[in-house]
């Protein structure tokens, strides 16, 4: 009996030691599965999180990129209108001692308006090669409404006794596009 015990024992302990075995085989091989699954996840996420940073890179790109051009349209026009601003200037300082002026051409005398055409000409050249799409109407109404800017700012230095009603100026401001339709296709005027 002894021997059966013993032969038992050593069948057991066979038996527990394969039984330990696939025990310690399952166990590493959960702990690897789940170790995996959680690098999987993990790497996912990351993998969502980067592709969500690089979007907002580039959206962040792309608005820069925006208001760079923005900033540059706003100076341009800033710009653009400061030079309109100074040639109105130069404008009724001309206007203004051509009305009083004449000047001795070939032997006789010619009135200032001529003058005052010749400047506005070469002014509405200038504008044409920077508005090349534009024509005698908007020339008109742009310079108008900046002349009048000026005009106002003017006024406004002079002391009230001298100074004119806004309302009043704005009686002889023509409506900007009304009346100019007849002179666009006129070469007589500025040869456009």
């Known amino acids: 009996m002894a021997r059966s015990h013993w032969q038992r024992r050593k069948r057991d302990g066979a038996i527990d030691s394969i039984m ?6 399952i166990r590493s091989t959960v702990f690897l599965l789940l170790f995996c699954a959680t690098l999987a ?11 969500q940073l690089g979007v907002q890179v580039a959206t962040l790109t792309a608005s820069a990129a925006n208001a760079a051009i923005a900033h540059r349209k706003d100076k341009a026009q800033a710009v653009a209108k400061t030079k ?3 040639r109105a200037k130069a404008r009724i300082k001309r206007s203004a001692i051509a009305a009083a002026a004449v000047v001795p051409v070939f032997g006789g005398m010619v009135a200032a308006p001529a003058m005052v055409v010749a ?3 070469a002014e509405f050249d200038d504008w044409k090669e920077e508005n090349p799409n534009k024509g005698f109407g908007d020339y008109a109404c742009e310079t ?3 002349t009048a800017e000026v005009i ?5 230095e002079l ?3 001298l100074r004119l009603s806004s309302d009043k100026l704005s009686l002889w401001m023509p409506e900007c596009g009304v009346g100019f339709d007849a002179f666009e296709n006129q070469s007589w005027i500025f040869d456009h």
């Open 84 to 86: 309109a601003r100074e």
């Open 152 to 156: 106002d700012e003017t006024l406004r």
């Open 20 to 25: 330990l075995k696939i025990y310690r085989f």
């Open 144 to 146: 108008g409404d900046i």
């Open 159 to 161: 002391p009230k006794s």
């Open 119 to 121: 400047f506005e000409k």
């Open 41 to 51: 996840i993990s790497t996912l996420i990351l993998g969502i999180k980067v592709t």
